[in-house]
């Protein structure tokens, strides 16, 4: 694997799969995500269903009386009975697996040599609590609606991928700086 084409480099050493080769097969996964389940993948519906979770424990008065939570958690329903819910827990435990035989597990923090730990954490908090935001107003993530959505050819689903890869080159553009000195690509 060139480092030219990949400027992260694997911090345990041992390169990262061929890009072509992890795409198809994450086309496989979701086609017999399709098959099996007979819905796609995604993420944030899992994440989000927890966190409603918490909510419904904390204050279930709260989750009765606001109507985007009542179907997931309304009375007696529990939020973390949907299949979403199992892939998410599913797909947590494959990457640890998948890491862990590949000897890449361990507490570390990537970033470019511009940026302190901190910093890092706190722009990659603010960016997840966006993405997390912007999956619920778009009614998914990019796995939901670019991945799943994408594959049924819906218009809805491929604008959103637009957007999205606008939105990230423009932030990529905007903190390139952040990563790499001088602002230079890799």
């Given at each position: 694997?060139?480092?030219?084409?990949?400027?992260?480099?694997?911090?345990s050493g041992k390169p990262y799969w061929n890009p072509y080769v992890a795409g198809i097969l994450l086309g496989v996964v979701l086609f017999l995500a399709?098959?099996?389940?007979?819905?796609?993948?995604?993420?944030?519906g899992g994440l989000n269903r927890l966190?409603?979770?918490?909510?419904d424990a904390l204050f279930p008065e709260h989750v009765d009386n606001t109507?985007?939570?009542?179907h997931m958690a309304g009375g007696d329903l529990n939020p973390l009975t949907n299949w979403?819910?199992?892939?998410?827990?599913?797909?947590?435990?494959?990457?640890?697996?998948?890491?862990?035989?590949?000897?890449?597990?361990?507490?570390?923090?990537?970033?470019?040599?511009?940026?302190?730990?901190k910093t890092r954490w706190a722009l990659a908090f603010v960016g997840g609590a966006l993405m997390g935001y912007g999956a619920r107003l778009a009614r998914g993530?990019?796995?939901?609606?670019?991945?799943?959505?994408?594959a049924v050819l819906s218009v809805g689903s491929w604008a959103f991928m637009f957007a999205v890869f606008?939105?990230?080159?423009?932030?990529?553009?905007?903190?390139?700086?952040?990563?790499?000195?001088?602002?230079?690509?890799?």
């Open positions: 694997m060139k480092r030219s084409i990949y400027p992260i480099a694997p911090s399709f098959l099996i389940s007979g819905n796609g993948l995604g993420a944030s966190v409603v979770w918490v909510q109507p985007f939570l009542l979403v819910v199992f892939m998410v827990i599913g797909a947590v435990i494959g990457g640890f697996v998948s890491g862990w035989l590949r000897g890449r597990v361990r507490l570390e923090t990537n970033k470019g040599p511009q940026i302190t730990p993530c990019t796995s939901g609606q670019a991945l799943s959505g994408g606008a939105g990230a080159y423009l932030l990529a553009w905007t903190f390139r700086k952040a990563w790499n000195p001088g602002g230079k690509q890799s």
